[in-house]
């Protein structure tokens, strides 16, 4: 089965540390991961896929088949940062997300 | 392009009426996909198609029917609305075979008393 764990509804950290937000999955076949990103009242937009291994407004994530996550990671927090992080699974034809972690940057 | 575009942006019912949820697309996308979004649930898949004529369903589907007659669109029904189908509703699509992300429309936010 198809299943996209984020463990953490919230995670609040202060401007210019370090973030992770954590992503675990299950899936049997070769699976492809995305995190998106949602800010206040907008639509979802992608931030990065495993397959590009890029770094999109700081943010990096590592596709660990052995431990099956994908967490993202963030050096220096921002408080632009702040919004809610989506991990998703594309297996077949269906992508399923996880329930989604909000990020709350303090100043 | 619009993109993947939605109709309505807010709807009220009340319990017991029914509504479609219009999507669209203009990519020429087989793949697209309904989701709903709740807090502390995330996204979860409603129905999704694969191409025009076939559908199928995702993990919540009950109380929704879906239809896809041609590629570009895909309506969502509620045929007897329930508040329990209170929500925020995404449509998506991709092209199929493609490694890019999932497009997605900007949302309809339903509300059923």
């Known amino acids: 089965a198809q299943r996209v764990t984020q463990p953490e509804k919230l995670l609040s950290v202060f401007k210019g540390a370090p973030v992770e937000l954590k992503c675990n999955y299950s899936?049997?076949?070769?699976?492809?991961l995305f995190w998106y990103v949602q800010y206040s009242r907008q639509r979802l937009q992608l931030l990065l896929r495993h397959i590009s291994r890029e770094s999109i407004k700081g943010f990096t994530a590592d596709l660990n088949k052995g431990e099956t996550s994908f967490h993202l990671k963030k050096p220096f927090a921002q408080e632009e940062d702040s919004a809610m992080y989506y991990c998703a699974l594309r297996g077949g034809f269906k992508t399923i997300f996880g329930a989604g972690t909000r990020l709350f940057v303090k100043a | 392009n619009a993109g993947v575009t939605q109709t309505p942006k807010f709807q009220v019912l009340k319990t017991g009426q029914s509504m479609t949820l219009q999507c669209a697309q203009d990519m020429n996308h087989e793949y697209m996909s309904w989701y709903r979004q709740d807090p502390g649930m995330g996204l979860r898949l409603i129905h999704y198609?694969?191409?025009?004529?076939?559908?199928d369903q995702g993990e919540v589907p009950n109380g929704y029917n879906v239809s896809r007659s041609t590629t570009e669109d895909f309506p969502l029904r509620l045929l007897s609305a329930a508040p329990s189908q209170t929500s925020v509703y995404f449509c998506?699509?991709?092209?199929?075979?493609?490694?890019?992300?999932?497009?997605f429309g900007p949302g309809t936010r339903l509300t059923v008393l």
């Open positions: 198609s694969v191409g025009a004529g076939i559908t």
């Open positions: 899936y049997s076949g070769s699976p492809e």
């Open positions: 998506a699509s991709i092209k199929a075979g493609s490694t890019d992300t999932q497009y």
